[in-house]
């Protein structure tokens, strides 16, 4: 191969090698959605660090109402409804019992969502309870934590960046 032919393949890579990157990303959005809810059924945010307030100290439970200084037997109930368990896709543990995983009825999770928005694949938390829950919770909880994104890179994004090399004529 001559010196041109290299050229044209550096060219080739250098032109498309972002956009081939966000394509991953945009044809694995639910993927994307995926390890997002699953780290939050797990009681983790995207820097891999459990949610937090925490059933025992947050102030929603010196509010006047239902669940008034009743932090334990919300906890109960959490966990009867959804008792910690391991990720399926990530393998990440069961959340400990005062860690949230926010959800109490589908909503938050089932409005959740992942579009691409030009050069980015936006995870966005929809019109609903997301907004306020993200408020409290922190932005951190729509992104990929560490094991999502290694899982991710593995599993997804490294191979379309060989097969975009192989496009472009390199190998």
């Known amino acids: 191969m001559g ?3 290299v050229a044209k393949i550096i060219g080739k890579i250098a032109d498309g090698f972002e956009e081939a990157c966000i394509k991953c990303l945009d044809d694995n959005s639910g993927i994307v959605l995926r390890a997002v809810t699953e780290q939050l059924y797990s009681g983790v945010d995207g820097e891999g660090k459990h949610l937090s307030p ?5 102030p929603y439970f010196e ?5 008034y200084h009743r932090a334990k037997d919300y906890k109960a109930w959490k ?9 399926t896709m990530l393998g990440l543990p069961p ?4 860690v949230p995983n926010l959800f109490i009825n589908g909503k938050f999770y089932s ?3 992942a579009t691409r928005k030009g050069d980015v694949l936006v995870v966005d938390p929809g019109n ?7 408020a409290k919770y922190g932005d951190e909880i729509l992104n990929m934590g560490p094991t999502a994104i290694s899982y991710f890179n593995t599993t997804y994004m ?14």
């Open 128 to 134: 609903g309870d997301g907004p306020s829950i993200v």
């Open 54 to 58: 925490t059933y025992d100290n947050d």
């Open 95 to 98: 959340r400990p019992d005062d």
């Open 111 to 113: 409005e959740i969502t």
């Open 79 to 87: 966990y009867s409804i959804t008792p910690p368990v391991a990720g």
């Open 158 to 171: 490294l191979p379309a960046i060989d097969s975009f090399f192989k496009d472009c004529g390199y190998r």
């Open 63 to 67: 509010e006047e109402g239902t669940w």
């Open 3 to 5: 010196i041109e032919e």
